[in-house]
């Protein structure tokens, strides 16, 4: 969280190792489209400059291991963690009002001039933006905690 990193060595064995449990057990359908719609979703995310690799391995992961269903579930929670953990932020630096000004200014020129680059790594750094793939990772947690799994 502190490095704004997640590594290969996580993400990668992760990844291979939730193919392979899923493809072994037969839930064939389940690992496949999990893993390419959460790949797809983060792809989409990352070329939009709104996250980093690790992110969107992390994303596959998680799709691999539980399928689509559960991928959206996580991906929803781990955006509502993501929003009150950045107005947590904005509000402790007293800049709640000029974050959503940005925001309302961003939305408007992806309306206007189509989509680009919305969040530029430099500017990701400089804005003190959350970890997402933090976020992503409690929400698993807490998908797990109640009862969320299923095959």
Do not use: H
């Amino acid at each position: 969280m502190k490095e704004r990193k997640i590594t290969n060595k996580i993400t990668i064995p992760f990844l291979i190792a939730g193919l392979i449990v899923n493809l072994i057990i037969g839930n064939y359908i389940l690992t496949l489209t999990g893993f390419a719609v959460a790949f797809v979703s983060g792809l989409i995310m990352w070329l939009l400059g709104g996250m980093g690799g690790g992110d969107v391995k992390l994303m596959a992961g998680i799709g691999a291991w539980l399928g689509t269903m559960a991928f959206f579930n996580i991906l929803f929670m781990g955006s509502v963690i993501g929003v009150i953990w950045a107005c947590i932020n904005a509000i402790k630096e007293k800049r709640l009002q000029a974050k959503v000004a940005e925001i309302a200014v961003k939305m408007n020129l992806i309306k206007v001039l189509g989509v680009k680059e919305i969040v530029s790594q430099k500017e990701a750094a400089e804005a003190n933006c959350i970890a997402f793939g933090t976020c992503l990772s409690i929400a698993t947690i807490i998908y797990f905690i109640t009862g969320g799994v299923y095959y």
